[in-house]
Structures are given as structure tokens and as C-alpha cells.
């Protein structure tokens, strides 16, 4: 197996209510393993949050996450964003739908000036995405 790139996300005690909503949009298995489960609790406070989660959905998307114990520094921000790319507008659509609800719209998911469809929003755990539609490639252009 080849190496891999994945997304691992950072949150402040509320890890395992994310990756239960990105569960909810994408579909597939959701494995969540607390600071008590892994033995690595310095604080009784610190027992049931999330010290690893990891996600994969059965189209090929993979997410990981913890909750940050209050001993660590915490800073939410804008410092990153998922990205969501294909070839099926109904699906990206749908996933663009289901992550902008109860979050923010920062651009429709309408015709780029590239050609292809393209969005971007913020879920309601402050996750900012990107979903880009492929344009189909003309015969013979590649």
C-alpha cells in the first residue's frame, strides 16, 4: 500500500458530535476511541473525550479527529479547508447541502469561471469546505 494523505481534525469537546454529523453526510463506519478507552487520561475531566476517531466512507472519503484536552492549546480558525471534488453534481450537491445546513454559505455552488461547478461553506462545527464539480472534458481533450 502506498503512503496516504488525510485530513485530521482538531476539536475543543466536540469531536465525537462531528464525526457523527460527517457520518450522517457521507455515509460509511465510524471508529471513536476515548482518552479513557486509550489509557491516556492525566484528568478524570478529560475520560470521554475523543482521543481518536476516524472515519471512512464507502466512496473513498476518510476523516480522523480528537478533542484537544484543556492542557494542550486549542486555537479554531481558518487555517484550513476539506475539499470535495468528482464528477457526480447530485452527490457533491447533496454533500454541499447537508454540510452548509446549520452552518454559512460563503459562495453558492454555481459555474465557476473555470468551467466547473464549484462552492464553498462552513458546517456547523466551523469546518470549512470546498465542493468542486467537474466539467465533463470534451472527446479527444485531455
Request: charge should be negative; glycine fraction near 10%; include cysteine.
Amino acid at each position: 500500500m502506498g503512503t496516504t494523505l488525510n485530513p485530521y481534525m482538531n476539536f475543543r469537546g466536540n469531536a465525537r458530535d462531528a464525526m457523527e454529523f460527517y457520518k450522517e453526510v457521507f455515509g460509511g463506519t465510524l471508529t471513536i476511541s476515548t482518552y479513557a478507552d486509550l489509557h491516556a487520561s492525566t484528568d478524570t475531566s478529560e475520560d470521554k473525550l475523543v482521543m481518536h476517531a476516524d472515519f471512512e466512507g464507502s466512496n473513498g472519503i476518510r476523516l480522523m479527529a480528537a478533542d484537544m484536552p484543556n492542557r494542550m492549546e486549542f486555537h479554531a480558525g481558518n487555517n484550513f479547508s476539506l475539499s470535495l471534488s468528482g464528477e457526480s453534481e447530485a452527490e457533491l450537491r447533496g454533500y454541499f447541502d447537508k454540510l452548509s445546513s446549520g452552518g454559512s454559505v460563503t459562495m453558492p455552488l454555481e459555474k465557476a469561471e473555470w468551467g466547473d461547478t464549484f462552492g464553498m461553506c462552513s458546517d456547523r462545527f466551523g469546518t470549512q469546505w470546498l465542493v468542486n464539480v467537474n466539467a465533463p472534458k470534451e472527446a479527444g481533450v485531455s
